[in-house]
């Protein structure tokens, strides 16, 4: 197994030191943003991609899209500088919950601000301001990354060149539930206190199962049928002898939920999933049709064959309306059996859609 690739650089940067960034639900002073680069921006600064990362990311792009990077690939550092964000609320080095608040010297926690995806975009804008890039070769993202990419074609249409969305749209009723569902995992965990838990005791059981839903959405019911089937639990449980024995796939969950607790934040998983599920072009603009009009990029969305958390015909049938509202959009699908994880899972599959996306001549 090669190497992950190391940024060029990684760092830090602060701004709204003075002014605020106003955002969904309040308010921030000041903000940071943690970003990486991979590769080196051009003398004329014109061969930036901006990479966006899904609900639980970091601006370490390389670390979980590792196969997009390398020669004649989409993210070919001799071609481009492939810049990574790590979103506003996160827990990853960006201002979040976990971050301190200036007006209490404590962990915001709870009274961290509702942020929506538009946020996310305008915070990012202000790095590359201070990077000096004026206008993005492209914006790439994957799932809320791929809503980001989609506010950024809306948001900002002068700034962006090519915008390419995989498995991204407004979540569909079904996924706005089961978010609803994991949040309340959370909630209902005893330590969590309103949201001001300590940090030696966090609410790791909600947040696990929070993490063992999210995984049912994230893949679909064909590849656990393929993986684990009805066969007991890998380590020798029984699921016929008692109560807490358990299925191969319940083993599988629990491993997945367990694992994320050491490594995620209980209140940023709030704040970016409630920022998921209020993702809507059309806020802030007459209509939705009237803020894709504002979109000058190319864009390419991609729909997973298997995904039903973000289904295919969703993303194909936000493209038509891309079209109708004179958007030079094109539509792709990506067949993987890995649903809406096929994006990470299989991208190798990915890659040759994106590389065509990026080569398209400027125009």
């Not at 973000?310 to 990506?334: Q, S, T």
Request: charged fraction near 25%.
């Amino acid at each position: 197994m090669s190497a992950i690739l190391e940024p060029s650089f990684e760092g830090d940067c602060t701004f709204a030191r003075d002014e605020p960034l106003r955002v969904s639900g309040g308010e921030l002073r000041p903000v940071t943003l943690r970003y990486a680069l991979y590769g080196a921006l051009s003398r004329r600064r014109d061969n930036a991609v901006l990479v966006c990362h899904a609900l639980s990311g970091s601006a370490r792009v390389a670390d979980w899209w590792p196969e997009l990077f390398g020669a004649d690939s989409p993210f070919d550092t001799s071609r481009f500088c492939v810049i990574g964000t790590n979103a506003i609320g996160s827990c990853y080095g960006s201002t979040g919950p976990c971050s301190v608040n200036p007006q209490t010297g404590a962990p915001y926690g709870a009274d961290f601000p509702l942020v929506n995806i538009g946020d996310m975009v305008r915070a990012q804008s202000l790095l590359l301001e201070h990077l000096g890039v004026e206008r993005l070769r492209a914006v790439v993202g994957g799932s809320i990354g791929g809503m980001q990419a989609l506010q950024w074609a809306v948001d900002f249409p002068e700034r962006v060149e090519r915008c390419v969305a995989v498995g991204a749209a407004a979540l569909p009723a079904m996924g706005l539930a089961l978010n609803h569902l994991q949040r309340q995992a959370i909630r209902n965990d005893p330590l969590w206190r309103g949201g001001h838990y300590t940090k030696d005791g966090p609410p790791a059981a909600g947040l696990a199962l929070a993490r063992a839903i999210a995984m049912c959405t994230y893949k679909s019911a064909g590849l656990f049928d393929e993986r684990f089937g009805r066969n007991p639990d890998r380590a020798g449980e029984d699921p016929h002898r008692s109560l807490d024995e358990r299925f191969d796939v319940a083993g599988y969950l629990d491993h997945q939920g367990r694992t994320f607790t050491r490594r995620f934040d209980a209140n940023s998983y709030l704040v970016l999933s409630k920022a998921m599920d209020t993702f809507d072009l059309a806020r802030g603009y007459e209509s939705e049709a009237a803020a894709l009009r504002r979109i000058k990029a190319r864009v390419l969305l991609v729909g997973i064959t298997s995904d039903w958390l973000f289904p295919a015909e969703d993303v194909r049938a936000l493209a038509g309306r891309m079209k109708a509202a004179g958007v030079d959009c094109r539509y792709d699908k990506l067949t993987s059996g890995h649903g809406h994880d096929g994006f990470l899972a299989d991208a190798r599959l990915l890659a040759p859609l994106l590389l065509a996306a990026l080569d398209e001549e400027e125009r």
